[in-house]
């Protein structure tokens, strides 16, 4: 088979894997295509859910005929017993004869493990490593490596950079075109975060319109220490629909025990952080949690986070936003950045699109926890008396690092801006 179309095959698997972005937590999205003498047998993505895998659908598709193909896979096939067989024997049992990988798998319990269990069963196994395969896996290679979601954050501002104007309103910044384009980023997420300042001022259900209605799973989290979410906030009212999830302290949960009862009734599942304080965090999840691939478990429905007794993570890097990367300095530090991101993937979301108000959005780029910046911007000027998007980072000229544009668009009248913390690409 030619170059050329080995590198066709693996980018439709590609294509695949990216339609399951946001589904499959904490497994990855990957993609799958089987082809024998030039026609495809079978094309498929990890399912919704992160089960059934990819490999093991496509050999499904394509029963008997199976053998002798190529298998195309956007991610090294696991070599693990979790809850199904490894894909490396799954391949080797149907007869593949040559299988070519577009990204390695980091896991620990793969690594390398899937490629050698294929070769020493006589299949050939090539390697095409394509950036786009490793920036479909970031937030799986993240958490596995850091315990940490890949982090993007949204921001609608006007040409002056605010939020908001003086009256406190945000509704609407930008048209019809660039809320749409905005509603449909949701759908690549496991999860949103906002802030409570915001579930206040606007009452936003952040639901995705995205066609697939198996989207109605993306969790909908509020930062929240003083446990103030309102019953009646449409986030409660739509929780036994569309997971809600409140992170709050056990301060607060002890101080509004009833508020905390009525709350869980309607259905929210709570992320309780007790004694936290900064720079005492959830550990990585590796032999935590499941790690995702074959290792999901079913969710509690309160998981309560003694920071405290944890160990002390690695610092943070200095924030390519500008500020130290030190845990944030708001009141209460059981709340930082830090803390979320790590309770959040020890919960098995792998990608986290943060849509709140300044407050929030600028803890998370000064903790330089943000990769991606979704940024659309009207273009309207409303002066100083708004909100800016961004506060105070405590940069400089010379250590504010400077961010990579990688996607640039006009929407109706508004313009859409993608910008990378590193030179990670597009997904
Ligand atoms: N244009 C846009 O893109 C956009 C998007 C969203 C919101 N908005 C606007 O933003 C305004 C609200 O702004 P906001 O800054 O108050 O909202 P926010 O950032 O969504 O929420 C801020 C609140 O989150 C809580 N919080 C929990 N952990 C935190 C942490 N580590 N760091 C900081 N805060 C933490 C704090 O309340 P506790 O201390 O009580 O926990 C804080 O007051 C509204 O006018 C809304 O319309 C605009």
Redesign the pocket.
């Known amino acids: 088979m030619s170059n050329h179309l080995d590198r066709l095959f693996l980018h439709h698997a590609l294509s695949l894997a990216a339609r399951g972005l946001g589904r499959t937590m904490p497994n990855p999205s990957v993609g799958c295509v089987l082809v024998k003498d030039g026609a495809v047998l079978a094309a498929t993505r990890t399912a919704d859910g992160g089960r059934p895998h990819a490999e093991t659908q496509a050999l499904a598709m394509a029963g008997d005929a199976a053998r002798g193909s190529t298998a195309y896979v956007t991610l090294e096939p696991c070599a693990h017993h979790g809850q199904t067989p490894p894909c490396a024997e799954a391949l080797i049992a149907a007869g593949v004869a040559r299988v070519l990988i577009g990204c390695m798998d980091s896991d620990p319990r793969v690594s390398g493990r899937g490629v050698a269990m294929l070769e020493a069963a006589g299949i050939t196994v090539e390697k095409m490593l394509l950036p786009e395969a490793a920036a479909l896996n970031r937030g799986f290679f993240r958490r596995i490596a850091q315990g940490l979601p890949h982090v993007a954050c ?4 006007s040409l002056d950079g605010l ?2 104007d003086a009256t ?4 609407w ?1 930008t048209g019809a075109v660039a809320r749409a384009h905005g509603n449909g980023l949701r759908a690549k997420y496991d999860a949103i975060l ?5 579930v206040l ?2 009452d936003p259900a952040m639901t995705s319109r995205a066609p697939n209605p198996s989207h109605a799973h993306l969790i909908r989290v509020v ?4 446990l ?1 979410l309102p019953l009646h906030s449409k986030l409660v009212k739509s929780a036994n629909q569309q997971p809600v999830w409140v992170i709050t302290s056990a301060e607060s949960v002890e101080l509004a025990a009833s508020h905390a009862t009525e709350l869980r009734e309607a259905g929210v599942k709570f992320l309780v952080v007790e004694n936290g304080e900064a720079g005492r965090i959830p550990p990585p999840l590796r032999g935590r949690l499941g790690g995702g691939r074959d290792g999901t478990q079913a969710l509690p429905t309160e998981i309560l986070l003694h920071a405290e007794s944890l160990p002390h993570s690695a610092p943070l890097q200095p924030s390519p936003y500008g500020g130290g990367g030190a845990p ?1 300095t ?3 530090a059981s ?3 830090e803390v ?1 991101l790590r309770a959040l993937a020890a919960e098995g979301i792998t990608r986290l699109l943060i ?7 600028t ?1 998370f780029l000064a903790a330089n926890t943000v990769e991606t910046l979704h940024w659309y911007r009207a273009p309207i000027l409303l002066g100083n008396a708004g ?1 800016a ?1 961004v506060g105070v980072l405590d940069s400089t000229l010379p250590d504010a690092a400077r961010l990579t544009l990688a996607e640039k668009r006009a929407l109706g009248g508004d313009v859409y801006e993608r910008y990378e913390s590193n030179a990670c690409s597009p997904v």
């Open positions: 949204k921001l609608a501002t939020m908001t406190g309103a945000s509704q910044i906002t802030g409570i300042g915001t001022t606007d930062a929240d220490r003083q103030r944030s708001t009141a209460d709340l930082s950045p979320i849509e709140a108000g300044p407050a929030l959005s803890a909100k998007a």
